[in-house]
């Protein structure tokens, strides 16, 4: 695993097992809305760091500008919107990922990305902390497989 991403990881690591030891299941609740937007970030973060990686190591410093500021841009990355970027990169990183990826890891990354945008406009989520905790498991997972499987 990348190093910038392994600290990332690190420190989510740290809150999740903060939280763990909170016994009121309210706060752990509202806590648990938290971690949704910090592993929400995690994914872009993640994505970012791999790509700009390979490109810094495989291109130009132009193209490099180009893909930094075109990676500065992403949002929002559910399983269709990581399965666009990475075509646009590679059809093998795009058939990779599509064969890596399980169906509970899918459905995990699309409901993070969902709830994130819900609790950034106001809205009521069912998350719990023992949901969004499976969650992140799943996505450690897919950012790991993204990494062995198409960046490397």
């Known amino acids: 695993m990348n190093n910038s991403i ?23 609740s ?25 490109a810094n190591r495989n291109s130009s410093p132009k193209i490099v500008n180009y893909i930094q500021s075109k990676l500065n841009n992403i949002r929002n990355l559910n399983y269709e919107r990581i399965k666009q970027i990475l075509s646009s990169f590679s059809e093998e990183w795009f058939e990779s990922f599509e064969n890596k990826i399980e169906i509970d890891e899918k459905d995990a990354l699309d409901s993070v990305i969902a709830n994130k945008n819900n609790i950034a406009h106001g809205k009521s989520v069912g998350l719990t902390y023992v949901r969004i905790k499976d969650y992140y498991e799943k996505i450690v997972t897919i950012i790991n497989n993204i990494d062995d499987a198409c960046i490397k």
């Not at 971690?35 to 970030?41: A, D, K, M, P």
Request: aromatic share 14%; with cysteine.
């Open 30 to 54: 509202h806590l648990s809305r938290y971690l949704c937007v910090l592993v929400s970030g995690f994914i872009e973060n993640s994505i970012k760091i791999l790509l700009y990686e390979y």
């Open 6 to 28: 392994y600290l990332e990881k690190k420190r989510l690591d740290y809150a999740f097992k903060l939280i763990d030891n909170v016994s009121d299941e309210e706060t752990k």
